[in-house]
Structure formats: C-alpha cells, structure tokens
Nanobody
Framework: QVQIVESGGGLVQAGGSLRLSCAAS????????ISWIRQTPEKQRDELVA????????NYVDSVKGRFTISRDNAKNTVYLQMNSLKPEDTAHYYC??????????WGQGTQVTVSS
C-alpha cells in the first residue's frame, strides 16, 4: 500500500503563488504515475491538473500550462506542484493521486486552494 500526505494549500490573492507537496510512503517502488487532481463543488467533477510518471514525463491541462510546474524528488518520494500566477478559477480542493504498476490508485486527503480576486 501507499500512504499519501499533501500539504501547501491556503488562501492567496490572484497573481500569487503556492506550492503543493505530495509525500508518499509505503510501497513507493510500485508507483507508476502521480497526478494532481482538483475538484470544485460547482463543477462537481475532477479535473486532472498535472501529472508526472516514473521517468519524469509531465503533462498538464491546457488551463495551467505556463503557470504550473510539477516536479518530483525521488529521494524524498515527494511530488511538488508549483502554482504561479494563480487565478480565482484555480480555487478548488486539490488531491494527489498515485497510480501503481499493479493498477491500483491511492488518494490523499486533499488540500484546499483558495484564490481571491
């Protein structure tokens, strides 16, 4: 199993920055891909914001390209999401999701990001 702890959310003004952290522990050798997914009550859907695989290949949703950067520190088993030029529409609950080579998924408890206009 994989345990996940997220941190780094908060309240920031539009144009500001935040860095989210996703620390994994347990069977980290099985991790294939790590994603940040956000959910808003209004949209009631999950949006995959950014992801990174075990080789370091990244992907982003179009709305955050050029503003968000996902990276990983393999020694610390931690993935980061650097969010710059934040907009009110980035307000959401952000979850870290880990997928393993066994086809299983693990989710963290999430962290709230609120961007004021």
């Amino acid at each position: 199993q994989v345990q996940i702890v997220e941190s780094g959310g908060g309240l920031v003004q539009a144009g500001g920055s935040l860095r989210l952290s996703c620390a994994a522990s347990g069977s980290t050798f099985s991790i294939r891909h790590i994603s940040w997914i956000r959910q808003t009550p209004e949209k009631q859907r999950d949006e995959l914001v950014a992801g990174i695989d075990s080789e370091g290949t990244t992907n982003y949703v179009d709305s955050v390209k050029g503003r968000f950067t996902i990276s990983r520190d393999n020694a610390k088993n931690t993935v980061y999401l650097q969010m710059n030029s934040l907009k009110p529409e980035d307000t959401a609950h952000y979850y870290c999701r880990v997928s393993t080579r066994l086809g299983t998924y693990y989710w963290g408890q999430g962290t709230q990001v609120t961007v004021s206009s």
